[in-house]
């Protein structure tokens, strides 16, 4: 008989889990193992500890208990194998953790699932994403079932966690798969889907703010997809839903491309040293992204193409700077949209006029003075 360590990585939740699903078909142990190296921004360690407090007290509700520890995930494994007898190991599997499954390959036979995108594989590929996306063809993975040996009340628990920013947040606290799942839904009933495609691209109070939840995988992107199908089919398609979709897409063609592009991995991190920033309009999301560890997907295409074009700086050291500071860092999507406002991956030298941004986006001068007297 199997006996399953199910190592979680980033897939912090219950729903929608194939993981999951194959080891509650065996006798399993769930497992968490926090790194000592403090690789993530202070943020999002903040969004880990509270999402995995989360999905503890959810395992405890269906009396499993999920064995946290930190250390060295070899040393840990190799421990907890020969003290339950494991007999095999399932873990998630993306581009980004090759050398982890490597690791625990050595040590038992493993399981791997892919569960952080919309297809588990794509082809190879070095199209533009209009004409990638043309290519697919089938649609994506229905979500799994919650296993029936759990309850499923996971949208009417809430987390017993006391969050404790000190600043006012810009973005709303979506620390637990069951926050998660519930500002999913909120997001749909009120509507406020329906004006994605004007609000993503604002300085502030922008966009769906899924990259949260979805960058530890307390969220499901299939079931946020699932779920917009499910809208439209009662709302009728709009502007909104068609936008966030393709930006789900986008999503998509960024694994895809980390996967297959090694040019796009970057280096060891390193400690990167800001330049001097000189306009205002940087300076402010500056500002905001070392304070709350969010910024808007606009304000970030602004800054890595500042600190690429107007200052020269290495497209690998502009991702190791929003590693240390972002909520939602996802190292693939990160290093991608990264890469592609280098020039790396765009063929058009695209350099943003800041003036212009500016009074785009910011015609009062309203974010540019909220942030500078808070740094003032």
């Given at each position: 008989m199997k006996k399953i360590l199910y190592l979680h990585q980033k897939d912090l939740r219950i729903h929608d889990n194939a993981a999951l699903a194959y080891a509650t078909q065996h006798d399993f142990i769930p497992v968490y193992i926090f790194s000592e190296q403090h690789t993530c921004s202070s943020h999002q360690n903040t969004l880990i500890t509270h999402a995995v407090h989360a999905l503890k007290e959810t395992y405890?509700?269906?009396?499993?208990?999920?064995?946290?520890?930190?250390?060295?995930?070899?040393?840990?494994?190799?421990?907890?194998?020969?003290?339950?007898?494991?007999?095999?190991?399932?873990?998630?599997?993306?581009?980004?953790?090759?050398?982890?499954?490597?690791?625990?390959?050595?040590?038992?036979?493993?399981?791997?699932?892919?569960?952080?995108?919309?297809?588990?594989?794509?082809?190879?590929?070095?199209?533009p994403f209009s004409a990638w996306l043309q290519t697919i063809r089938e649609k994506p993975l229905k979500p799994v079932p919650v296993p029936a040996s759990f309850r499923q009340e996971l949208e009417s628990r809430s987390t017993m966690l006391q969050h404790t920013q000190k600043q006012q947040l810009q973005y709303p606290e979506i620390y637990s798969e069951q926050e998660a799942l519930s500002h999913l839904r909120t997001y749909l009933e009120t509507k406020k889907i329906n004006g994605?495609?004007?609000?993503?691209?604002?300085?502030?109070?922008?966009?769906?703010?899924?990259?949260?939840?979805?960058?530890?995988?307390?969220?499901?992107?299939?079931?946020?997809?699932a779920d917009i199908r499910a809208y439209e089919q009662q709302n009728k398609p709009n502007e909104g839903t068609k936008h966030l979709l393709y930006e789900l897409y986008w999503r998509e063609y960024a694994?895809?491309?980390?996967?297959?592009?090694?040019?796009?991995?970057?280096?060891?991190?390193?400690?990167?040293?800001?330049?001097?920033?000189?306009?205002?309009?940087?300076c402010a999301i500056q500002q905001e992204l070392e304070q709350t560890g969010y910024i808007t997907n606009r304000a970030?295409?602004?800054?890595?193409?500042?600190?690429a074009k107007k200052y020269a700086y290495e497209w690998d050291k502009i991702e190791h700077y929003f590693a240390q500071h972002l909520i939602d860092y996802d190292r693939a999507i990160n290093a991608f949209n990264t890469a592609y406002q280098a020039g790396i991956l765009d063929p058009r030298d695209r350099i943003f006029n800041l003036?212009?941004?500016?009074?785009q986006y910011d015609p009062e001068h309203t974010y540019i003075h909220k942030w500078m007297m808070q740094k003032e």
């Amino acid at each position: 008989m199997k006996k399953i360590l199910y190592l979680h990585q980033k897939d912090l939740r219950i729903h929608d889990n194939a993981a999951l699903a194959y080891a509650t078909q065996h006798d399993f142990i769930p497992v968490y193992i926090f790194s000592e190296q403090h690789t993530c921004s202070s943020h999002q360690n903040t969004l880990i500890t509270h999402a995995v407090h989360a999905l503890k007290e959810t395992y405890a509700a269906n009396d499993v208990e999920l064995i946290t520890q930190t250390g060295s995930v070899r040393e840990i494994v190799t421990a907890l194998c020969e003290k339950h007898s494991i007999t095999e190991i399932c873990t998630q599997e993306r581009a980004d953790n090759q050398k982890l499954l490597s690791l625990l390959r050595a040590i038992r036979p493993i399981q791997t699932f892919i569960t952080h995108t919309l297809h588990e594989t794509y082809p190879p590929h070095k199209h533009p994403f209009s004409a990638w996306l043309q290519t697919i063809r089938e649609k994506p993975l229905k979500p799994v079932p919650v296993p029936a040996s759990f309850r499923q009340e996971l949208e009417s628990r809430s987390t017993m966690l006391q969050h404790t920013q000190k600043q006012q947040l810009q973005y709303p606290e979506i620390y637990s798969e069951q926050e998660a799942l519930s500002h999913l839904r909120t997001y749909l009933e009120t509507k406020k889907i329906n004006g994605y495609k004007q609000t993503r691209n604002e300085l502030e109070a922008a966009g769906s703010y899924l990259s949260i939840p979805l960058s530890q995988g307390l969220l499901s992107v299939r079931k946020i997809y699932a779920d917009i199908r499910a809208y439209e089919q009662q709302n009728k398609p709009n502007e909104g839903t068609k936008h966030l979709l393709y930006e789900l897409y986008w999503r998509e063609y960024a694994h895809q491309t980390y996967t297959h592009r090694k040019e796009i991995h970057p280096n060891k991190p390193v400690r990167t040293i800001m330049p001097q920033l000189n306009h205002p309009l940087l300076c402010a999301i500056q500002q905001e992204l070392e304070q709350t560890g969010y910024i808007t997907n606009r304000a970030r295409q602004i800054l890595a193409n500042a600190l690429a074009k107007k200052y020269a700086y290495e497209w690998d050291k502009i991702e190791h700077y929003f590693a240390q500071h972002l909520i939602d860092y996802d190292r693939a999507i990160n290093a991608f949209n990264t890469a592609y406002q280098a020039g790396i991956l765009d063929p058009r030298d695209r350099i943003f006029n800041l003036d212009k941004q500016q009074e785009q986006y910011d015609p009062e001068h309203t974010y540019i003075h909220k942030w500078m007297m808070q740094k003032e």
